[in-house]
């Protein structure tokens, strides 16, 4: 700021007519040609953080923003099992996170090894939807498993989805099977929804492991 003073203070000197140069206006040039460099230097800093600023709030926004418009909304994370065993390999367990290799394609997995059922809360959301998943029995053994998908809202628990899944007898079965259930959401604080894994028509539960992946709600247009 010193050397820009003095440069200003100079003006009458460095544009006389003669354009003969003072011994102050010569230290002052000298000066200025010194800090040439610096001074460009913070010239291109301070405009590129402008150009940051500027463009900073047109940059797109994700389409995930909130429960009312996502483009979809992973579920995954959400689900929990009351009473029910925390990983594990017996009955009634819940796991998380539950790496499933089927038709060689490996997924990490919600497993339910039955009976037992996981909830996910989504209260707050309106509108049409779809809850979609990645679904499979893991064992081709046992009598097959029951999966039933049920929503509650307002303190209703109405049954929305069911499908038996046979991978001992049924080919289709042993392959990660694309589940799509469309789902009218009404934004109740209660919202829920939850799935259900129960035995086979003869009440086996041997094996009776299902995993689900990529469990998520998507808007009705958007669904696949």
Known sequence: MKYIAE????????????HQDTKSTKNTKRKL????????????????LL????????????????????SFLDLTSRFFAPG??????????????????RKGERRDTMLLIAPVTAKAEIGGIEGSYF???LCTQVFNTGDGIQMDIYLT???????????YFDAG?????????????????GKARDSQV???????????????????????????KEAR
């Open 7 to 18: 440069f200003f203070m100079n003006l009458p000197d460095l544009y006389k007519g003669n």
């Open 33 to 48: 040609h010194s800090n040439h460099s610096v001074l460009g230097a913070l010239g291109v800093l301070v405009v590129s």
């Open 51 to 70: 150009v940051l600023a500027l463009t900073g709030g047109c940059i797109a926004k994700s389409p995930i923003q909130g429960k009312q418009h996502p």
């Open 84 to 101: 029910a065993r925390l990983k594990g390999s017996g009955t009634g367990t819940f796991d998380p996170h539950y790496p499933v290799v």
């Open 131 to 133: 809850l979609e998943a």
């Open 153 to 163: 809202e307002r303190g209703e628990r109405r049954k929305v989805y069911g499908r």
């Open 169 to 185: 007898r049924r080919a289709e079965d042993r392959d990660w099977v694309p589940v799509s259930v469309p789902l009218i959401l």
């Open 194 to 220: 939850e799935i259900e894994a129960s035995a086979g028509p003869q009440g086996d539960l041997t094996s009776d492991w299902l995993a689900l992946s990529s469990v998520r709600l998507v808007p009705g």
